[in-house]
């Protein structure tokens, strides 16, 4: 009886510390909320970026996630601890109003989903990103990017090449950023107007959103690099391995999204970036730069 009594007793005293680890590395207050009007229900984490400051341009990161993922909470413990605001949203009650889930069916959640952001977080931030929830984030080069434009310019990014910026439109695959002028445009001027946006229940999100923000006077910007390299990859970083033989790099340097992440490319993407330090590497960049 008594070997009993201790092996139970310590058997509750290690659950009691793994709780207290699981409690300890759980992101911040989660608020979630739903509205019965609406057909997406959405949740909510006001988290700090980490190189804020008073000058820091302000995002939000809108993920669009849906029943069948369970990347939200890897989000919040990775890359989504570095916006300023973390807002998910999906189509967990999208029967009401008759949508399936399905690629051409897009669009009508989009507009659904930029109308929120824009009726609730408007004022507060001064870019507005929207990705996956199967996407990674870096989010300082994000704000790097976004410096050397004016939110009160009406403009978006997102993976393009040359051909797509000839054409006037961006992909959405690995994320788009819309600065708030150019959402102020869309709500304003393009939605509920049938001549500039499509107010159909069907609709496929890259072409609607291209004719939609064109029509509203919206610019689609160029996002890749100096070198003509993409930022926004619709594909996983590991994928370059895997695409060419060729010598030179495939992806820009200063990379923002990759989208097809699994949750453990979150956990080693965040590693490689935040916590590993190649020994002595610092050292050899002072003399090249020498």
Excluded at 143 to 171: A, C, D, R
Aim: proline share 3%; hydrophobic share 35%; charged share 15%.
């Amino acid at each position: 009886m008594l070997l009993k009594f201790l092996l139970g007793l310590i058997c509750g005293i290690c659950l009691s510390r793994l709780w207290q680890r699981v409690r300890l590395q759980r992101p911040s207050q989660l608020e979630t909320s739903s509205s019965s009007s609406s057909s997406f229900t959405i949740s909510s984490s006001s988290l700090t970026v980490g190189l804020n400051n008073d000058n820091a341009t302000r995002i939000l990161c809108l993920v669009v996630a849906s029943p069948q993922h369970t990347h939200a909470a890897h989000i919040e413990r990775t890359w989504g601890r570095r916006c300023n605001k973390l807002l998910f949203m999906g189509s967990q009650r999208g029967k009401n109003l008759n949508i399936r889930e399905r690629h051409t069916n897009s669009w009508p959640k989009t507009r659904y989903q930029l109308q929120h952001v824009y009726h609730n977080y408007y004022e507060d931030y001064d870019w507005f990103l929207k990705v996956p929830v199967d996407t990674y984030v870096i989010v300082e080069n994000l704000q790097h990017f976004l410096q050397g434009y004016s939110p009160e310019t009406p403009i978006y990014f997102g993976s393009n090449n040359w051909e797509q910026i000839k054409q006037g439109h961006v992909s959405g695959a690995a994320g788009y950023v819309f600065s708030k002028a150019a959402l102020h445009r869309f709500v304003n001027l393009g939605h509920g107007n049938g001549n500039l946006c499509s107010n159909r229940n069907y609709g496929i999100e890259h072409v609607e959103i291209a004719r939609c923000f064109r029509n509203a006077g919206v610019a689609a910007g160029n996002s890749q690099d100096e070198e003509g390299l993409p930022r926004f990859l619709p594909i996983a970083p590991y994928a370059q391995q895997t695409l060419s033989n060729k010598s030179h790099d495939l992806f820009s340097n200063s990379a923002i999204s990759f989208h097809y992440s699994n949750v453990r490319d979150f956990y080693m993407i965040e590693y490689i970036i935040y916590r590993l330090r190649p020994f002595g590497l610092r050292q050899m960049q002072r003399i090249s730069q020498k």
